[in-house]
């Protein structure tokens, strides 16, 4: 089972990124999607949520009407999609699956925003 985060790097402020999660190794069609971030001396918090057919969303207050979650099932990858980034975004960036109590994480990827 792997999940493998992309897209990383370093953004000015105001600026927009898309994160990638590729799944494999499960039946990636089956689980519903997070993303979560974990910023410098911080607890990790959760980001956003797509449920495994992609009908449904949910976000954190700090990102709501910025960031876009979305998957793509054939591809077995979900996506983040970040507009108007701002430095307290900066953080590594972790995808996880879950379904039924089986919980599937990734390494992350390092999105830093700064001038």
């Known amino acids: 089972v792997q999940l493998v985060e992309s897209g990383g790097g370093l953004v000015q402020p105001g600026g927009s990124r898309r994160l990638s999660c590729a799944a494999s190794?499960?039946?990636?069609?089956?689980?519903?999607m997070h993303w979560y971030r974990q910023a410098p001396g911080k607890e990790r918090e959760w980001v956003a949520v797509i449920t495994s057919d992609g009908g449904n969303t949910n976000y954190a207050d700090s990102v709501k009407g910025r960031f876009t979650i979305s998957r793509d099932n054939a591809k077995n990858t979900v996506y983040l999609q970040m507009n108007s980034l701002k430095p307290e975004d900066t953080a590594v960036y972790y995808c996880?699956?879950?379904?039924?109590?089986?919980?599937?994480w990734g390494k992350g990827t390092l999105v830093t925003v700064s001038s």
């Open positions: 190794g499960f039946t990636f069609s089956d689980y519903a």
């Open positions: 996880r699956g879950i379904r039924r109590g089986v919980i599937y």
